[in-house]
């Protein structure tokens, strides 16, 4: 990487920021990346003196998650700042990530868009297709029969809900690799105008960012506010009131600014019946759990202090509304739970059986090619 350099619009964008910095340092003190790396962003920007380098492991090591933003005295975007950097290195690299870790994402994403672990369904009983429910990579690979149920959930609620099962490419972007994201979101983009859908309801919050944004023509909704305007089913109701656990609530880092979420999360959990406690980072404060960013491929080890950093944030019992944070919520010694696992199962008490932690990766992949299997099955 001797031969790098940036371009002059990065170096455009990194002098603005230097200059516009204070160098309070807020952000150095709540970021786990900042901290480890001992970067002073102002310096670290400062093209007068030469310190920006060319060290990739730098911008991939950054989980894009916000919270330098969140706490910035001016709401200086120095994610934005890492985010640009990695494009500058996919320019460099002939269009492809120069961490060696990323392999795994690229084998990721083959995979996603792969037939054997697509597919796309009408509502087959509505005889009309007017939206269409995205469940994600991560839940699919959960627990595949909680898309199922949820499908089922929508359909009934809201006939005209045909599903897709298909990545929206944010891996992709996450890399900076641009075009592949445009050529793989193209992909997905089809199957939604192919099924006639005006509106796209997601249960993955980095679904309903990207979508928002590329799918202009569609309403894009979160499952999260969809379901506090549908309503529960009865049995659902109350289901936790005699439970004898005090849940945590750890929100998505994506949506840290979507209120409205949040509001709906907290919306089902109350007419479950559980209890839950907020906590220091919560809502708009929340961290990322250490998954965010394709950080955990690339910087394994930071990506683990993360997790274990912020597990330490809650308490023993907690619920996500992103199959991703639950995962790193259990890796960081959590009792985790997905709230459609509060939804559709019986009730869960201290002596409850808990959801399968950790999958390998070949259960990872069993599990996306069962949620197709169970779709198709629906759509047929």
């Known amino acids: 990487m001797s031969n790098f350099t940036y371009s002059d619009d990065f170096n455009n964008k990194a002098k603005e920021f230097s200059e516009s910095c204070i160098n309070c340092k807020a952000c150095v003190k709540e970021c786990e990346m900042l901290s480890n790396f001992k970067i002073s962003p102002k310096k670290f920007f400062d093209i007068d003196t030469n310190i920006i380098n060319a060290d990739p492991n730098i911008p991939y090591s950054c989980n894009t998650c916000g919270t330098c933003t969140k706490v910035c005295p001016k709401g200086l975007k120095l994610e934005e700042l890492f985010v640009d950097m990695r494009k500058e290195h996919i320019r460099h690299n002939e269009g492809t990530s120069p961490m060696k870790g990323h392999k795994s994402i690229e084998f990721h994403q083959a995979f996603s868009f792969s037939k054997m672990f697509n597919t796309s369904i009408p509502d087959i009983k509505a005889g009309y297709t007017k939206r269409v429910f995205i ?3 991560s839940l699919s690979s959960y627990r595949p029969e909680l898309v199922g149920k949820t499908l089922e959930y929508l359909q009934e609620k809201l006939p005209g809900t045909g599903a897709i099962l298909k990545c929206c490419g944010k891996p992709t972007l996450s890399l900076g690799e641009e075009e592949k994201f445009h050529q793989r979101y193209s992909e997905l983009q089809k199957e939604i105008d192919k099924l006639g859908a005006e509106e796209v309801i997601t249960a993955c919050e980095n679904c309903y960012i990207t979508m928002s944004k590329f799918s202009p023509k569609q309403k894009v909704r979160s499952l999260w506010t969809v379901i506090p305007e549908l309503g529960l089913y009865d049995e659902m109701k109350g289901k936790g009131k005699n439970s004898n656990i005090t849940f945590s609530v750890h929100d998505a880092c994506p949506t840290r600014n979507n209120s409205d979420i949040h509001e709906g999360v907290r919306w089902i959990i ?37 997790i274990k ?72």
Request: proline letters at 4%.
């Open 309 to 380: 950093k912020s597990a330490e944030n809650f308490g023993d019992y907690v619920i996500t509304y992103c199959a991703s944070c639950r995962e790193a919520m259990s890796i960081g010694g959590k009792r985790s739970f997905h709230i459609l696992d509060l939804m559709f199962d019986d009730s869960y008490t201290t002596n409850s059986n808990i959801p399968i932690l950790k999958k390998s990766f070949l259960q990872n992949w069993t599990s996306r090619y069962k949620c197709k299997q169970i779709l198709k099955h629906k759509g047929n």
């Open 270 to 306: 109350n007419e479950l019946g559980y209890k839950f406690k907020e906590t220091e980072y919560s809502r708009e404060n929340t961290k990322c759990c250490g998954f965010g960013g394709m950080v955990v491929p690339a910087n394994p080890k930071l990506s683990q202090e993360v």
């Open 135 to 137: 469940p994600g990579c």
